[in-house]
């Protein structure tokens, strides 16, 4: 019996094994890490925020919040930027027909991502960006009624994801785009002219 276990279970654990080393995340270089630390420092506080968006009877705001630091991961292809976030959000529903307006809040954690993609292979002049943010199961509190908007959250993001892709992507380019090269300068009035 112990001789059947071996001879089944010692392969099945070596190929377990050989798909977790494969599945594992690439260590990120000491460049992915100077990317992580540059990327700290400049990445706006608040990173994102917005008031006086609707909702059902009424408005809230939103601000997006740094809730750790940024992991960054590089291939050959593109970069792969994980960030983990704090969203809080605030605002008023209003029931016309109770008439009564209620002041509410929510917030939620998540790990955003984003993947910066050459527009050609290799140049890195135009990075276009693809971003991903996860809503989990989130409910406003209402002065004691709650309600869920994790399904209303992901539907804002949907609509304003690609806007924001576009904002980031406009940003980095004006980060690398290459200098106009400087006039040249005048020549010296020292310089030797050619004899007629």
């Not at 307006?101 to 050609?120: D, H, M, N, Q």
């Amino acid at each position: 019996m112990k001789q059947l276990i071996k001879s089944v279970l010692i392969p099945v654990c070596s190929v377990a094994l050989m798909i977790d080393a494969a599945a594992a995340p690439r260590t990120p270089t000491i460049t992915d890490q100077l990317l992580a630390v540059l990327l700290e420092r400049h990445l706006p506080e608040p990173m994102y925020e917005q008031a006086s968006n609707p909702w059902p009877g009424g408005d809230y705001s939103l601000q997006v919040q740094k809730a750790g630091r940024p992991e960054v991961t590089s291939s050959e292809t593109n970069i792969h930027v994980k960030i983990p976030l704090k969203v809080l959000i605030s605002g008023k529903v209003a029931n016309d027909m109770l008439q009564i307006k209620l002041a509410c809040s929510s917030s939620f954690t998540s790990i955003g991502e984003i993947v910066f993609t050459p527009a050609k292979p290799g140049v890195i002049t135009t990075l276009t960006s693809a971003i991903t943010l996860p809503v989990p199961p989130t409910t406003a509190n209402c002065e004691g009624l709650q309600f869920p908007i994790d399904d209303y959250l992901k539907t804002v993001i949907a609509q304003n994801k690609r806007q924001w892709e576009l904002k980031l992507d406009a940003e980095l380019k004006d980060m690398l785009q290459e200098k106009p090269a400087q006039e040249s300068l005048p020549k010296s009035k020292s310089a030797a002219t050619p004899q007629q």
